[in-house]
């Protein structure tokens, strides 16, 4: 915890905390990370897209690879645990680890990623996409809001962006990505629990989408003659809400214009986004089908039409079940109530996913407050988030142990 109060004073802003990818402060943040990471026993590097590696090797050099981590990167005005609790804490998984003397039977890797948050080159999860191998060579050619490429901020940390493939751990032998991680909702505190187990991270749809209908003078046109857009919009959105009410998943409206946007003039075009998530994507399938549909009618009777954009599809990543029974026998020996739940947001562990087993484990936080200032999480909750972990990972080397070559094993 102090030295998530430490961080946050490393920052590009006068007032307020932000760590952009690849930022003087994100870099100077590293400097700071590497030295904590080598107090606790491992040997550091920073990979060729500036994520932040430890890495503690056990005996045998043949051994999989455990990875512990989340990001370091910051939204602008952030809080102090974002990605970095679960950095700060993976540090101080291996120095106990450490300081116990325990021989695993794996090597225990702490990654903090360079770029989580999206902020700076509006691709998001940057620093993962790397380690998974998804980054090309147009990736260098991504651009931030003053024209800098990501290729020369790379150059300016003193990186090399043409060896980004050297930063892919895909094809290595891991074992799996553990990512702690506030849970920046409210359930965790509602159900006043310090610690909850992932089961899955949600899956997301994006859509843009188009109502046209017809302008005309607001004193003019009598209501029955009328192709508003902008009412079609909100019967669509009400419906929409109202769906994802009944089938139990997430869907939001958050983006809307509408045009010509005047006060005497119907409104004769209106666009608007939708996201979507569950964590089960069948279901979100069938629910994103009567959207379909229900918008279909709605916008025929109000003789307007609508168009439909995606942008964006990510399935969901199911936490593997054998990690997450870890996960909950230590907190049901720790004498934690066990709960588990989907995270709607997006994590570094989605796209781990792509190259290994994942596991989350999520901390309850202060009224669901993150991205801000106000971002708050306790020391007896990060303690039990560290404890948790800490048993979990000896209940991994046991089980390990005991002859089974993987975890698919049940
Ligand atoms: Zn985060």
Not at 175 to 192: K, R, T, Y
Request: aromatic share 6%; with cysteine.
């Amino acid at each position: 915890m102090d030295r998530c109060n430490r961080l946050a004073e490393i920052t590009d802003t006068l007032k307020g905390i932000s760590r952009l990818y690849l930022s003087p402060a994100y870099m100077e943040g590293l400097k700071q990370v590497e030295a904590w990471m080598q107090e606790a026993g491992m040997e550091t590097w920073v990979d060729p897209v500036g994520n932040q590696w430890g890495r503690y090797a056990c005996p045998n050099p043949d051994a999989p690879t455990l990875i512990l981590g989340s990001h370091l990167d910051t939204v602008p005005n952030a809080g102090k645990f974002d990605g970095i609790l679960g950095v700060m804490l993976a540090i101080e998984v291996v120095d106990q680890v450490v300081k116990a003397g325990l021989e695993l039977p794996f090597h225990l890797e702490v990654v903090g990623f360079g770029d989580e948050e999206g902020v700076r080159f509006e691709a998001s999860m940057l620093g993962s996409r790397a380690v998974v191998g998804q980054w090309d060579d147009d990736t260098l050619e991504l651009t931030d809001a003053q024209g800098i490429s990501l290729s020369a901020a790379l150059e300016a940390c003193g990186l090399n962006p043409q060896d980004y493939r050297a930063a892919s751990r895909k094809g290595d032998n891991l074992l799996g990505f553990w990512e702690i991680h506030m849970e920046q909702g409210p359930v965790l505190e509602a159900e006043n629990l310090p610690v909850g187990v992932v089961s899955a991270i949600a899956g997301a749809r994006r859509f843009k989408v188009m109502i046209e209908g017809e302008p005309g003078h607001a004193g003019t046109v009598p209501m029955s003659l009328r192709q508003d857009a902008l009412a079609a919009a909100s019967e669509v959105n009400l419906m929409i809400e109202k769906s994802a009410q009944i089938h139990q998943l997430v869907a939001t409206v958050g983006h809307i214009k509408v045009y010509p946007n005047a006060v005497n003039v119907i409104p004769g075009m209106v666009e608007f986004t939708v996201d979507i998530r569950s964590e089960d994507d069948a279901l979100r399938e069938k629910v994103m089908n009567l959207i379909f549909l229900a918008s279909e009618a709605i916008c025929m009777q109000r003789d307007v039409d609508i168009y439909w954009k995606e942008y964006h599809l990510a399935p969901a990543k199911n936490c593997h079940p054998e990690f997450r029974q870890l996960f909950e026998q230590s907190i049901a020996k720790l004498k934690n109530h066990v709960r588990s739940l989907a995270s709607g947001a997006g994590h570094d562990a989605m796209t781990m996913a792509e190259i290994t087993d994942i596991a989350m484990l999520f901390v309850r936080c202060k009224d669901g407050i993150s991205h801000h200032p106000d971002e708050d999480v306790t020391c007896e909750d990060a303690e039990a988030a560290l404890q948790t972990t800490l048993l979990a990972l000896k209940k991994l080397a046991a089980h390990y142990d005991a002859g089974l070559e993987t975890l698919e094993t049940p």
